[in-house]
């Protein structure tokens, strides 16, 4: 599996460590990986987003919407629009919205070639990763 | 006739030196910001450069605005830690203004042309105007907005400029101000790539005395600035003033 690991230091300028939109309302103390299938990878100002729609144990969907950076920031790190598309499986690393509700800040996301790729959340060392549910 | 020909030829040549205008440095072009955090520069931005902008200077706030300020800050943290927090300008897509523009989160362009330079910050398309060789206006004569009104000369290698009109609802980092004040920089070349802007903000009905600001760029030479659109703005401010996320796809393209 050919692994390429897109980040700020290889690709572009060093990103900023400042954030215009605060992301206090997700939760720095864990991370959950959401492994599903896009249904829009929706590239806008002032961010990003990529639907996804989760297959849960009882074999029902659950749909989560997921928040980049802005796509300034990604297309300096190398991102470009047609890098995912609906249909896509993807595995995504997810700082969950505090709410409980089905919503979270995405941290990477590994696409089906096995390509991961960060959209430089500022900050991110921040937010405690914890290992994948089994 | 031959000492007429050299007084006529001095006079000449006098004139024509006197008229020689010093061109200003090229500064026009896109720049990236380093040395985030108050000014302290990153060791990224040591290593590339081998400049380190100065600190910047903390505002020092009269006793009567004193409380307002710190009761702001602490109201921020405090809703950071509690996982809410307040909502920003941001969060309903405006811009910096002055003099938070200059701090260029994003890339910023300067472009200069006959009378004007014209800062172009990617991050919401902010676009200030700096009209060269003016007089300024005086304060009641500008209405209040996000950028001001600016006024700027050159004076040998460093752009001197004067902005004033500044609405009091845009803040230097949640600082409150009055009418009064005034926004002082010089912009000027450390390094044939590396850009300095330094801003002084005077305002003596809330502030002690002036502070200083050091913001340092350095030169993106094969970067076009990108267009900044808020075309889907899901996060919005509640009733409370707190930043929420409407959750689910909007339908956007």
Known sequence: MRVLLITAALLAPAAPALAHHSFAMYDHTRTVTLKGEVTKFQWTNPHGYLEIDVKQRDGSTKHYSLEMTSINMMMRLGWRSNMIKAGDLVVATVSPLLTGEPAGLLLDVTLPDGRKLEPGVPAVGTFKRTPPEE | ?253
């Open chain 2, 1 to 253: 006739m031959r000492i007429l020909s050299f007084s006529v030829l001095a006079i000449v040549c006098a004139v024509s030196l006197g008229a020689q205008k010093r061109e200003p440095p090229n500064i026009s072009g896109a720049w990236e910001r380093y040395g985030f955090n108050l000014g302290q520069a990153t060791a990224d931005g040591q290593r590339r450069d081998g400049t380190v902008p100065p600190r910047s200077e903390q505002p020092v706030v009269k006793p009567a605005f004193q409380k307002e300020y710190q009761d702001r800050l602490a109201a921020i943290r405090d809703a950071n830690a509690k996982g809410a927090p307040i909502a920003s300008n941001y969060v309903d897509c405006l811009g910096d203004g002055m003099p938070l523009m200059m701090g260029a989160m994003f890339p910023i362009e300067f472009l200069q042309s006959p009378g004007q330079v014209t800062v172009i910050e990617e991050a919401f398309t902010q676009v200030r105007r700096i009209k060269l060789d003016q007089p300024q206006k005086k304060i009641e004569d500008v209405e209040p907005g996000f950028y001001g009104h600016s006024v700027g000369r050159w004076e040998g290698d460093t752009l001197m400029v004067d902005t004033i009109g500044i609405k009091e609802s845009i803040r230097y980092n949640n600082l409150p101000h009055s009418d009064q004040m005034r926004i002082k920089e010089k912009i000027h070349l450390v390094a044939p790539n590396v850009l300095w802007d330094e801003v002084t903000i005077e305002d003596a009905v809330v502030l002690e005395k002036p502070f200083t600001i050091y913001y340092a760029y350095r030169r993106m030479p094969a970067y076009t600035l990108l267009e900044y659109i808020c075309e889907d703005n899901r996060e919005f401010k509640d009733a409370n003033g707190i930043q929420q996320i409407r959750v689910g796809d909007t339908g956007k393209k």
